[in-house]
């Protein structure tokens, strides 16, 4: 079972930045595509961003402009970069990559954008 590590999250002032990571337990490789969720208080989840096995990241028109998706092929992670952070920002935010074996979901972390 491919187990997928968040970290990164925590409290940050408006018009911070923040860097969240996602370590996966098996070579991203096998991934087909590997992407951010959010989902804040009493609001659906939502897209930020995927990347995938080849192309160029995608993101919903919401989060172009902020939000950068990278990776890190050789530490299995993928990183979402989040600069000039706002308020309704926060949320939990979740990493999520699709293989053979379907969608596995990090644990979730918080991030909190807040003076």
């Known amino acids: 079972q491919v187990q997928l590590v968040e970290s990164g999250g925590g409290l940050v002032q408006p018009g911070g930045s923040l860097r969240l990571s996602c370590t996966a337990s098996?070579?991203?490789?096998?991934?087909?595509?590997m992407g951010w969720y959010r989902q804040a208080p009493g609001k659906q989840p939502e897209l930020v961003g995927c990347?995938?096995?080849?192309?160029?990241?995608y993101y919903p028109e919401s989060m172009k402009g902020r939000f950068t998706i990278s990776r890190d092929n050789a530490k299995n992670t993928w990183y979402l970069q989040m600069n000039s952070l706002k308020p309704e920002d926060t949320a939990v935010y979740y990493c999520?990559?699709?293989?053979?074996?379907?969608?596995?979901w990090g644990q979730g972390t918080q991030v909190t954008v807040s003076s």
């Open positions: 999520n990559a699709f293989g053979a074996s379907g969608d596995v």
């Open positions: 098996a070579s991203i490789f096998s991934f087909t595509n």
């Open positions: 990347i995938f096995k080849i192309g160029s990241p």
